[in-house]
């Protein structure tokens, strides 16, 4: 019941992210942010890079769902061909998951570790500068062999008052869901539940109800086949936790240095959800430095960005991203380790504690 409780929360809270989202691209205001950020002509490469800041610190305002979505919408509206699409999918789902690693607002990892008085919020931010220093590593990988400059067609969709009203309520909901969430311990589920409520009562109120499209069908457009199988994922991994294998795996702590346990439970962490691995970690209480506990708190972050089903952002990006399969993204693990891998030794290097 405990696992089923947690699951249904964050689903809940998926479909009223994904609701929102899919309104605001489907009136065009995803499109119109794209001509104010991106000129008219633009290099793939440059494109790249640009887009692996976006997500970075986007991902760090909002949290990660609500950033998969909007950046993977961005990249999807530029028409691109599939081999490209996937590289900027592939940086999406890593640059989103490194954004949020340095903030307690960004990744429900972090604000564990915070909450149980194992780090500061100061000394979090000094991973600032290797998660973003990892998601350049790799833009720069992925834009190996990219040429070319794509025009972007900036065509400008009409806005109408309640479209503007029903965005500036999206960002209320997003902001209003990390000073809720971090003041008052309030779920980020009831927060967006509350946020698509009050955008249905002003769609309804301001006339939204008249035309062809009503507000209400926009529910229609998330996929639900990919959240069923969000939910099957988490409720395998709730099995795991509560027979105790979860724990079984906290033995890395006994056979290698923190330094080197940590670096595993990072890649351990894309194929089994970071948060109950992150709880298990907290709960058996093992020793270690505030260097160590920053060092995991970028493994469990990031590492779950190794598999497309490590991290809530791989599954989202797989939902929305047609061909996007767990073996073309695997294509790419090789190079999302060696960036993950760069990222943790500059963790460690920053601190010159030994990785040993």
């Known amino acids: 019941m405990h696992s089923i409780t947690e699951i249904s929360t964050l ?6 992210a994904m609701t929102f989202v899919a309104y605001l691209n489907r009136k065009g205001f995803i499109q119109n942010m794209l001509n104010v950020l991106i000129p008219k002509r633009i290099g793939l490469k440059p494109l790249l890079f640009l887009c692996a800041v976006f997500c970075f610190c986007f991902s760090s305002l909002a949290d990660n769902i609500t950033a998969t979505l909007v950046c993977i919408a961005l990249a999807l509206s530029l028409g691109l061909p599939f081999n490209h699409t996937m590289r900027f999918a592939v940086l999406v789902v890593f640059a989103v998951n490194s954004g949020g690693v340095s903030l307690i607002t960004g990744d429900v990892t972090t604000l564990m570790i915070f909450m149980n008085d194992k780090v500061t919020i100061t000394q979090l931010l000094w991973l600032l500068l290797p998660s973003f220093t990892a998601v350049m590593i790799l833009a720069t990988m992925l834009s190996v062999g990219m040429k070319g400059v794509v025009r972007i067609r900036n065509q400008k969709h009409p806005v109408q008052s309640v479209d503007t009203v029903i965005a500036a309520i999206f960002l209320f909901t997003i902001v209003a869901t990390l000073i809720g969430n971090v003041l008052y311990a309030i779920p980020p589920m009831l927060s967006f539940l509350a946020g698509m409520a009050i955008m249905f009562l002003v769609a309804t109120l301001m006339g939204e109800e008249q035309d062809q ?9 998330i996929e639900f086949d990919t959240l069923l199988f969000f939910l099957v994922v988490l409720l395998l991994v709730g099995m795991l936790d509560h027979i105790d ?7 890395v702590y006994e056979l290698f240095s923190p330094a080197t346990a940590n670096f595993l439970m990072g890649v351990i962490s894309a194929g089994i959800d970071n948060v109950p691995l992150t709880a298990a970690l907290l709960k058996a209480d093992i020793e270690m430095t505030t260097v160590q506990w920053m060092s995991f708190t970028y493994a469990v972050g990031v590492g779950g960005s190794l598999l497309v089903i490590g991290s809530a952002a791989g599954i989202v990006a797989m939902s ?3 061909g996007l399969t767990f073996a073309r993204y695997g294509k790419y693990s090789l190079l999302l380790l060696i960036a993950y891998t760069c990222g943790y030794a500059m963790v460690i ?6 990785f040993g």
């Open 11 to 16: 689903w809940l809270f998926l479909v009223a």
């Open 213 to 221: 499209d009503p507000i209400l069908d926009y529910i229609r457009y």
């Open 245 to 251: 294998v979860l724990h079984s795996i906290l033995v």
């Open 320 to 322: 929305k991203v047609k």
């Open 349 to 354: 290097g920053l601190s010159r504690e030994p």
